[in-house]
């Protein structure tokens, strides 16, 4: 399977710069990886349709705890899904940071898989934890936390983790890359060993064009999440022509 690089837009992007972007995505001719892009809600239906013959697939930043219904300013998977959203990104960092707990983290898994959508896990350490050697500990917590809910059908379907260091960040320090080596891998022989059997692990945390092929290289990191690169399109075209 061809590696994976997402491009995490965030909320950077007025509506018009989103779509330039978009555009200039759209330009890219590459076969060597899957690209994803997450615009902002705002961005996903335009783009749905900037994106419709390229070979780059929509992902979005989010989604609801609900189903289609009356839930005043949410965004259901479902409604997501019918623009064509392939991959959603949960318990992203800055998510967790503003609030969101693991049960609701949870909750939203479970709505993307029943959408049949892939969810994009995203789990990692903060510097305390990391400086105190508690990366593996803090990890193992965060997953059980999810592995140990998913039935099993859900554990059979195609999922992504994302890990991602909480201090690397928009830091611009970013974890040597045999280091992501050997956590990302941890986290695949510990989905193995509860039963998902589909797993990849993204490494995400300060990639940049210059050490983004060093990650690409390790056999136990299936792709990248891009934050900042993504939003400046020669980087992000270096990236994905390395
Ligand atoms: P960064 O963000 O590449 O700007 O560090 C990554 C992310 O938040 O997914």
Redesign the pocket.
């Given at each position: 399977m061809k590696k994976i690089i997402i491009a995490?837009w965030?909320a950077n992007l007025p509506i018009r710069s989103s779509l330039v972007l978009a555009k200039k995505y759209s330009s890219l001719s590459q076969k060597k990886f899957s690209i994803v892009v997450c615009p902002d809600f705002l961005g996903i239906q335009p783009i749905s349709i900037l994106l419709k013959k390229t070979n780059i697939s929509l992902g979005a930043q989010d989604a609801s705890i609900f189903p289609l219904g009356a839930h005043t300013g949410e965004i259901p998977s479902s409604a997501l899904k019918s623009l064509g959203v392939k991959f959603i990104l949960v318990g992203?960092s800055?998510r967790r940071s503003n609030g969101e707990t693991s049960e609701i983290t949870f909750q939203k898994i479970q709505r993307i898989l029943a959408e049949k959508i892939t969810p994009v896990i995203c789990i990692g350490e903060n510097l305390i934890q990391h400086n105190q050697n508690k990366t593996i500990a803090v990890l193992k917590k965060q997953l059980f936390s999810i592995f140990s809910q998913l039935s099993k059908e859900e554990k059979e379907r195609r999922i992504l983790i994302?890990y991602?260091p909480v201090w690397?960040?928009?830091?611009g320090k970013a974890l040597d890359a045999d280091e992501a080596g050997f956590v990302c891998r941890f986290i695949k022989e510990f989905a193995n060993q509860n039963s998902l059997s589909k797993v990849e692990v993204i490494y995400?945390?300060?990639?940049n064009e210059s050490n983004s092929d060093n990650y690409l290289k390790e056999e136990n990191i299936s792709g990248l999440?891009?934050?900042?690169?993504s939003l400046n399109f020669p980087l992000f075209s270096k990236i994905v022509n390395s």
């Open positions: 995490n965030k992203h800055e994302a991602e690397s960040i928009g830091s995400g945390g300060s990639v999440l891009l934050g900042g690169s």
